[in-house]
């Protein structure tokens, strides 16, 4: 439950004529820890006992009504490790606020601009269709995550971007993401380019996506739009719901194509998921879900990942939870791929 703060601040009157500044913020976040017991599935087998940090993140947000219905909104996400006290950021940046971070206007007519780090549209789309959310299980990593990661691939966060989400229109709305490819090109430079859509629509029990994202990789780096100069990847994904007070079941289907370069012929493989959770009452959920990486063109190395779990909520703000996920991997090239597993018992606090 967020703990809302009312922050007041009144301009000197020894130097500017009094002005009173009234803005309205919040903190909220989660600390989600589990006791992870991972088998490697190599011969021989190895086991290990790992105390991990599940997203965990502190968030501050605030807005000023600006009138008429427009708003000035921003918002501070840190992801951190709750068990070394660390930033979970990847990269030589460790960035502090490496989580959704930006400034924004908000006009209840005309939707939502905000710029900073954060989701692509592509992303937002699905992921709440994801019954593993942030925990073992995410379909998003742990199918063959050695072999070229997880089912969704396209399902990033990207820095130095600019997302458009457009107002509620009956249930359906659109959301558009792009980036700035490099903001230290030089003459000769190519830079990265990112385009990201997606069409919503949500109304009682149903919800249903359509998205679509192309990136393409520039001779400059620029954060997280970095990779092999002119590699092009496209991704086109449907995903839908249903959800009731007793049951939910959600699907999502991926077609992603990677090109070396612009002459290159490309590589598509299809990825798919299914998930699922039923209510044993007010506070208890069993869950399970299916994950296929489907081969790429002509290679072996598609995967499958099968996870069931257990949560109890213990409050509005607490819950514990059991997960049991096993990964099969028919990747043969560099070289076998392993089997891996792992049973998770955890606990996560929301404030």
């Known amino acids: 439950m967020q703990k809302k703060i009312i922050a007041l601040a009144i301009a000197s009157a020894m130097t500017v004529p009094a002005m009173t500044y009234a803005a309205e913020a919040s903190v909220s976040g989660q600390v989600n820890m589990s006791v992870d017991i991972q088998k490697d599935g190599m011969a021989p087998q190895g086991t290990s006992n790992n105390l991990t940090s599940n997203q965990s993140r502190l968030i501050f947000k605030g807005s000023e009504d600006l009138g008429s219905g427009n708003s000035a909104i921003w918002q501070l996400d840190?992801?951190?490790n709750a068990d070394t006290g660390t930033s979970s950021a990847t990269g030589t940046s460790a960035a502090i606020w490496s989580g959704n971070t930006f400034l924004g206007m908000q006009s209840n007519t005309m939707g939502t601009l905000r710029v900073g780090i954060m989701d692509s549209a592509y992303k937002s789309s699905t992921r709440n269709l994801d019954v593993f959310f942030d925990v073992a299980g995410d379909n998003r990593a742990g199918v063959g995550a050695a072999n070229g990661g997880g089912l969704l691939t396209h399902d990033k966060r990207y820095a130095n971007a600019m997302n458009y989400n457009s107002p509620n229109m009956g249930g359906l709305s659109v959301a558009a993401s792009t980036a700035f490819g490099s903001e230290n090109a030089a003459s000769g430079d190519t830079k990265a380019s990112l385009y990201s859509l997606a069409g919503m629509y949500?109304?009682?029990?149903?919800?249903?996506?359509?998205?679509?994202?192309?990136?393409?990789?520039?001779t400059v780096a620029n954060g997280t739009l970095t990779g092999a100069a002119g590699k092009e990847t496209k991704a086109l994904k449907v995903g839908a719901g249903f959800k009731t007070d007793a049951f939910t079941v959600n699907a999502v289907i991926e077609r992603p194509t990677e090109k070396a370069g612009t002459a290159a012929a490309g590589v598509s493989t299809t990825n798919f998921y299914l998930g699922g959770s039923f209510a044993l009452g007010s506070a208890d959920s069993v869950?399970?879900?299916?994950?296929?990486?489907g081969a790429t063109s002509g290679a072996t190395n598609d995967a499958k990942q099968y996870a069931i779990g257990y949560a109890h909520d213990m409050s509005k703000a607490t819950s514990v939870y059991v997960t049991y996920?096993?990964?099969?991997?028919?990747?043969?090239?560099?070289?076998?791929?392993?089997?891996?597993?792992?049973?998770?018992f955890g606990m996560k606090h929301s404030f």
Request: aromatic share 10%; net charge positive; no cysteine.
């Open 78 to 80: 840190n992801r951190f």
């Open 202 to 218: 949500s109304m009682d029990a149903i919800y249903a996506t359509l998205a679509y994202e192309t990136l393409k990789y520039g």
């Open 287 to 293: 869950r399970a879900a299916f994950t296929k990486r």
């Open 325 to 344: 996920v096993k990964t099969t991997d028919n990747t043969t090239v560099p070289a076998a791929a392993a089997d891996p597993s792992a049973l998770s």
